[in-house]
């Protein structure tokens, strides 16, 4: 039987709450097709890629590299098969095999101003004698492109191409605005297979892998080999990351990449496009963060901020900052780790004066210093001065916290490649059950400090470890240093 129609004409002889009832269910249906429709509408991400897919291109790279001298990679170097893979090897090359070859490379890319300037990894151009850009999608053309800038530290490149008229291009979003769970694109030119896209969503935030300023977004849109430097897009067409490397045991995608945050990258971008280089903000000091027993060791309330090891010459020591000081605050902002004040003087203005504070012997202070460049500081090594030291022929040796320790001799510092002027305590030994070699000290360590007050001798180790007992502390901070590098370490004085 086939359902009855209800007519217009006849709703009037339906009773009131029967057609009050039927207009609710109307209502509702018509309510309920509204979003559904806009789902359905959703499903496909095909309007996106086409809006966008024109501004992300494919980069190759072309190489000359040397001939190879002998059959390096085949067998090991003086192998008793070397001369024969040798000789197997210059007939197939028939004497060539040390002549120069050209290699190639492919990447991704993607632009961002109508007037060429396209964004990629540093990776994907690094020692390119040429490189050429194809759009998607296109003719096939290869359009030559110019290296503008490069930053390793991010693995950001800049690059320009020149082309006839205005390209089409992405704008980058605000990535602090992305949250774990939104959806997102990746497009590039996996294993040289061509344009290709591929959605996930947002994994994980504020990822670090290996560099000073890391900042990545974890995702597990597929990322493979060639993906590299291209855009990691958010619904709205935006470009939030830059795809830079993966998490694989087998090189290819397991649904863990890593894209650079787009706020990073835009301010390498706009220093490389003004300057052809970065110009970052450098404080001058050696930092190491602030653990739960180095607060307590030190008296602090949070096991917060940045504590200063080091300060070589430079804007901190012109300043007064001195090692021991615990920034917690630079230019207004609360320093929660180490990497969060790196990427803040970082992100600062070379030249410009900010207002640090630290906390000093309990108390807080703030230092006005004038912040320099740091490209121009990197690779200068901190000189570290001492006083005049008085050393008997027959140095003392004496087991403490878990370490043998002895005063240093000239022999002594010679041999741990020490400074002449350096003072302090060799580590001779340590005990492998002790909390010093669960907390990396070893053989040939050198203490400069304890109590964040210099030491010298034994006795004054001692007289530093009373005096942290007496003012009811568990744990002793010291400053240790090892080939020049120094970090601070607590060191529990229950036994």
């Known amino acids: 039987m086939q359902p009855k129609a209800v007519s217009m004409s006849n709703i009037s002889l339906i009773p009131v709450q029967m057609r009050l009832l039927l207009l609710a ?3 509702l249906a018509f309510m309920l097709v509204q979003p559904l429709s806009a789902l359905a509408q959703q499903q496909s991400l095909a309007p996106l890629a086409e809006k966008i897919s ?6 190759t790279t072309s190489t000359v590299v040397a001939g190879r001298t002998g059959p390096q990679g085949i067998v090991p170097e003086g192998s008793p098969f070397e001369d024969f893979f040798r000789e197997f090897q210059d007939r197939n090359n028939q004497g060539d095999g040390n002549r120069p070859r050209r290699s190639s490379a492919l990447g991704s890319g993607f632009v961002i101003s ?12 690094e020692g390119a004698d040429e490189i050429m850009i194809e759009f998607y999608p296109g003719d096939g053309e290869l359009m030559k492109a ?7 530290n991010t693995d950001i490149a800049l690059l320009k191409v020149e082309a006839d008229g205005p390209l089409p291009f992405v704008s980058f979003a605000d990535s602090d605005l992305a949250r774990v769970g939104d959806w997102v694109v990746a497009m590039g030119n996996p294993l040289g297979q061509g344009f290709s896209v591929s959605a996930g969503i947002v994994s ?10 890391d900042d990545y977004i974890q995702t597990d849109a597929a990322i493979n080999r060639g993906n590299s430097g291209g855009p990691l897009f958010n619904m709205e067409g935006e470009v939030i990351g830059v795809n830079t490397a993966i998490l694989s045991p087998n090189g290819g995608s397991i649904g863990i990449g890593f894209s650079m945050a787009s706020n990073v990258v835009t301010r390498v971008v706009d220093q490389l496009k003004e300057f052809g280089e970065t110009r970052r903000g450098w404080l001058g000091v050696r930092i190491q963060d602030v653990t739960e027993d180095v607060a307590e060791a030190m008296g602090l309330e949070t096991a917060s901020g940045a504590l200063v090891t080091d300060v070589p010459e430079g804007p901190a020591s012109e300043a007064g900052m001195e090692a021991g000081d615990v920034i917690i605050s630079f230019a207004g902002t ?12 970082g992100n600062s203005p070379v030249g410009e004066t900010v207002r640090v504070t630290v906390m000093r012997e309990g108390k807080s202070m703030t230092l006005r210093v004038t912040l320099g460049r740091r490209e121009e500081a990197e690779g200068a090594v901190p000189a570290v001065a001492a006083g005049p030291e008085e050393e008997s022929d027959d140095p003392v040796t004496k087991d ?7 005063t240093l001799t000239d022999a002594l510092r010679e041999e741990l490649g020490a400074d002449a002027n350096m003072q302090g305590l060799a580590v001779t030994g340590v ?9 990396g000290l070893r053989a040939g360590d050198i203490i400069t400090e304890a109590g964040q007050e210099k030491v010298t001798s034994i006795a004054e180790l001692e007289q530093r470890v009373a005096a942290a007992e007496e003012a009811g502390r568990k744990s002793l901070l010291l400053l240790v240093r090892r080939a020049g590098d120094p970090r601070f370490v607590a060191l529990s004085l229950a036994e």
């Open 25 to 27: 269910v109307l209502t």
């Open 54 to 59: 024109p501004s992300v291109v494919n980069i």
């Open 114 to 125: 109508e007037d060429g300037y396209v964004v990629t990894n540093n990776h994907v151009i």
């Open 146 to 152: 110019e290296v503008i800038g490069t930053d390793p």
């Open 204 to 213: 994980a935030r504020n990822r670090a892998l290996s560099g000073t300023y």
């Open 334 to 345: 609360t320093v929660e780790d180490t990497r969060a004040l790196v990427r803040q003087v």
């Open 400 to 406: 403490l916290l878990g370490l043998t320790l002895t």
């Open 431 to 439: 005990d492998e059950t002790s909390e010093a070699f669960e907390k």
